[in-house]
């Protein structure tokens, strides 16, 4: 079975810092990995996925994350956050050839002026 | 383009009585779909999911059911809500070619009293 770790429950930034919101995962076999964003009250957004190919994924809102197979990360960044940013960000992960997503607890980007 | 609709977006009902949420999707022909809650403070939970009509998987056993009575039609039904049913209900959808990227509807909020 697969698990994902998403240490931080909140990080609160400055606006224009960079920020790194942390995911690890866990599984046997070889997984997909994906961030959704959350905004209040409404439905999750992909940001981005890594499927294969370039470990270096690049997504919506000048997000990026990284994989790194050797130490089961997908760490999502962006070098300068935006209040807009504030917002529940969720890493969850799939086996490659199934279909049912599981979800890390998320954590909240709380940017202040 | 595809779209994901669900109704109703906001919902307060009492203890023991029935429910039912719809979620269609838009744009798309045979898709895969899914239930997901989200309590309070916590992650995704998978409910159910459909790769056809009247085909149902459920994923957690509970008062809940669903059913896809037509190809891009989801519902999420219960006969008797329970004060732990309380959450945010979240449709979501995927195509058989890509059926690893799940895309989100805009959720309903249940507050059973």
């Known amino acids: 079975a697969q698990s994902v770790t998403q240490l931080d429950s909140q990080v609160p930034v400055f606006e224009e810092a960079p920020v790194e919101l942390r995911c690890n995962y866990s599984?046997?076999?070889?997984?997909?990995l994906f961030w959704y964003v959350q905004y209040p009250n409404q439905g999750l957004q992909l940001l981005l996925k890594y499927l294969s190919g370039s470990t270096l994924v690049k997504g919506i809102n000048g997000f990026e994350a990284e994989f790194n197979k050797s130490q089961t990360s997908f760490h999502l960044r962006k070098p300068s956050v935006h209040i807009s940013d504030t917002a529940e960000y969720f890493c969850a992960v799939t086996p490659t050839g199934f279909q049912k997503l599981v979800f890390g607890t998320g954590t909240r980007l709380l940017v202040s002026p | 383009s595809q779209t994901i609709h669900q109704w109703p977006a906001t919902l307060v009902q009492p203890v023991g009585s029935p429910l039912s949420l719809e979620c269609t999707v838009e744009g798309t022909s045979n898709p895969n779909l899914y239930w997901y809650r989200q309590a309070a403070g916590r992650g995704l939970q998978l409910l159910f999911y459909?790769?056809?009509?009247?085909?149902i998987s459920s994923e957690v056993p509970q008062n809940l059911s669903a059913s896809r009575p037509q190809d891009r039609q989801f519902i999420l039904s219960s006969k008797k809500l329970l004060l732990s049913d309380s959450g945010f209900y979240l449709c979501?959808?995927?195509?058989?070619?890509?059926?690893?990227?799940?895309?989100f509807g805009p959720g309903t909020r249940l507050l059973v009293l």
């Open positions: 979501a959808w995927s195509v058989l070619v890509a059926q690893e990227t799940q895309y």
């Open positions: 459909s790769v056809g009509i009247g085909q």
């Open positions: 599984s046997s076999v070889s997984v997909y």
